[in-house]
C-alpha cells in the first residue's frame, strides 16, 4: 500500500524567494512522479513530472527526484503570487494504474 | 488545453437517496478514475476504469458505489443509498498518456 506524505503542510514566502516543496513515498517500484497545483475552487492541474533519477527544469520549476530516498521535491525559482495555490505530489507504479496523492502543501506568496 | 467537465458542480440530498455524479471526459482519453476529497483532507483514490471495466478500486469503493460508461456517454459514479460519510468533492479524471486531466469536482452534500 502506497503512501505519500508532503512537507511542510503550508507555506508562506516573499514574493522572488527560492521554494522547496517535499514529497516522499513508500513504493520502491514507483515509476511515475508528478506535481499538480490546484487553485481554490479550480481542478488540479498537472504541473511537472519526472520518470527517472535527476533533475528536470521547467522555466522557473525544478523538479528533483531520488528513488533509493523515495524522495522528490519541486523548487520553485523567484517565486511569484500567482504561484499561491495547493501543491500535491503524486506517485503511480505502472501506465494505466492510479496515482497515490499526497496531503498537499499551501503555498502563499506574499507580494 | 483538453477539458473534463463534471456535472452538477454542487449537489446536495437526503441521506439513503440515491446520487449520480456525472463526468464528460476528454474524447480521445481511454482511463477515466473518480478520486474523493473531503474538506481539508488527501485526495483519495476511488476507482479507475478503462475499456468498460473496472481495473482497480479502494477500500473507500463500497458495495453502494458503481460506475459505468454506456455507448460511450458520461461516465458516472452512483451512490445507492448515500450515506452521512459520501459527503464529499469527487473529482473525475480522465488520461490517454501519464498525465491525469482532472474536473472540476462535484461537492456532494449528505443532510
Known amino acids: 500500500q502506497q503512501n505519500v506524505q508532503q512537507s511542510p503542510e503550508s507555506l508562506i514566502v516573499p514574493e522572488g524567494a527560492r521554494t522547496s516543496l517535499n514529497c516522499t513515498f513508500s513504493?520502491?517500484?514507483?515509476?511515475y512522479f508528478w506535481w499538480y497545483r490546484q487553485h481554490s475552487g479550480k481542478a488540479p492541474k498537472a504541473l511537472m513530472?519526472?520518470?527517472?533519477?535527476g533533475e528536470k527544469e521547467e522555466g522557473r520549476f525544478t523538479i528533483h527526484l531520488n528513488k533509493a530516498s523515495l524522495h522528490f521535491s519541486l523548487h520553485i525559482r523567484d517565486s511569484q503570487p500567482s504561484d499561491s495555490a495547493l501543491y500535491l505530489c503524486?506517485?503511480?507504479?505502472?501506465?494505466?494504474?492510479?496515482?497515490?496523492f499526497g496531503g498537499g502543501t499551501r503555498l502563499t506568496v506574499r507580494p | 488545453g483538453p477539458k473534463v467537465l463534471q456535472i452538477p458542480s454542487h449537489q446536495i440530498i437526503d441521506m439513503g437517496q440515491m446520487v449520480t455524479l456525472n463526468c464528460d471526459p476528454v474524447?480521445?482519453?481511454?482511463?477515466f478514475y473518480w478520486y474523493k476529497q473531503i474538506l481539508g483532507q488527501q485526495m483519495e483514490f476511488l476507482v479507475n476504469?478503462?475499456?468498460?471495466?473496472?481495473?482497480?478500486k479502494s477500500k473507500l469503493f463500497k458495495d453502494q458505489f458503481s460506475v459505468e460508461r454506456p455507448d460511450g456517454s458520461y461516465f458516472t459514479l452512483k451512490i445507492q443509498p448515500t450515506a452521512l460519510e459520501d459527503s464529499a468533492v469527487y473529482f473525475c479524471?480522465?488520461?490517454?498518456?501519464?498525465?491525469?486531466?482532472f474536473g472540476h469536482g462535484t461537492k456532494l452534500s449528505v443532510l
Open positions: 479524471a480522465s488520461r490517454i498518456d501519464e498525465r491525469l486531466f
Open positions: 513504493d520502491s517500484a514507483s515509476q
Open positions: 513530472s519526472i520518470f527517472s533519477n
Open positions: 503524486a506517485v503511480g507504479n505502472n501506465a494505466g494504474a492510479k496515482l497515490t
Open positions: 474524447s480521445n482519453h481511454l482511463y
Open positions: 476504469f478503462y475499456n468498460g471495466k473496472v481495473m482497480e
